[in-house]
């Protein structure tokens, strides 16, 4: 596998159901992201992780729990989602350098539908 | 003062025509300005990049323009081709913050 990888890339989930959304990251990098992309929208910065610790969490409800459990590893814990949750949650890794942004790369997404 | 404005919404070019994308930005902390592609099914990538030192930047068939005094900058797209068509997103930082702030997308389509 090369690049970022996200898993699954299809979930269909009801509001009282519980599920993780994987990310890998095969580049080596030290920060990894989690994304909110909604149709017609700017991509929403949910969560940032770097050297594994969480740097940033932007207002987001707490019903999505980040795990970084190592610098390739990034998981999204849903739980007791709403219907306007649904989106394509994206999964990015960029190198952090400490001198602003870089090249975030980004895996495929996951689409999820919250019935 | 965060945010990124994009235009236009959607864009349909003819092939072989110019396709253009603005956006502007209030920030003037802001610099750093990349363009993102993004085919249906992938995740976005980024296409190419400015930094206000310069007031243009060319790869190929793309070309960033940079106008510091207006707080603006856009991607032109020479000779576009049907393989053009996607989405793409303007997005700004500041050396002080990483995070970029993201414009809210074009969709171009390109007709052969």
């Known amino acids: 596998e090369t690049g970022v990888t996200q898993t699954p890339r299809h979930l269909v989930m009801g509001m009282t159901n519980k599920k993780s959304l994987k990310c890998e990251q095969h580049l080596g990098h030290n920060a990894m992201y989690w994304y909110k992309q909604s149709a017609k929208k700017p991509l929403e910065l949910m969560f940032v992780y770097s050297l594994e610790e969480r740097v940033e969490n932007n207002s987001v409800p707490s019903r999505f729990s980040p795990e970084c459990p190592n610098s390739s590893h990034l998981f999204l814990h849903l739980h007791t989602l709403q219907p306007e949750d649904s989106a394509l949650y994206l999964c990015?890794?960029?190198?952090?350098?400490?001198?602003?942004?870089?090249?975030?790369?980004f895996g495929p997404g996951t689409r999820l539908t919250v019935l | 003062q965060q945010q990124v404005k994009q235009s236009p919404q959607s864009l349909i070019v003819q092939k072989g025509g110019i396709s253009i994308i603005n956006c502007a930005y209030e920030?003037?902390?802001?610099?750093?300005f990349p363009w993102y592609q993004q085919f249906p099914g992938k995740g976005p990538a980024l296409l190419i990049a400015?930094?206000?030192d310069v007031s243009e930047k060319k790869e190929g068939r793309f070309t960033i323009s940079f106008n510091k005094s207006a707080k603006q900058f856009s991607l032109h797209i020479m000779d576009s081709q049907p393989g053009d068509s996607a989405t793409y997103f303007c997005a700004a930082s500041s050396a002080s913050n990483y995070q970029l702030i993201w414009g809210a997308g074009t969709k171009l389509i390109i007709k052969p």
């Open positions: 400015i930094r206000p």
């Open positions: 920030n003037t902390a802001f610099d750093y």
């Open positions: 990015a890794s960029s190198q952090d350098g400490g001198q602003g942004a870089s090249e975030q790369f």
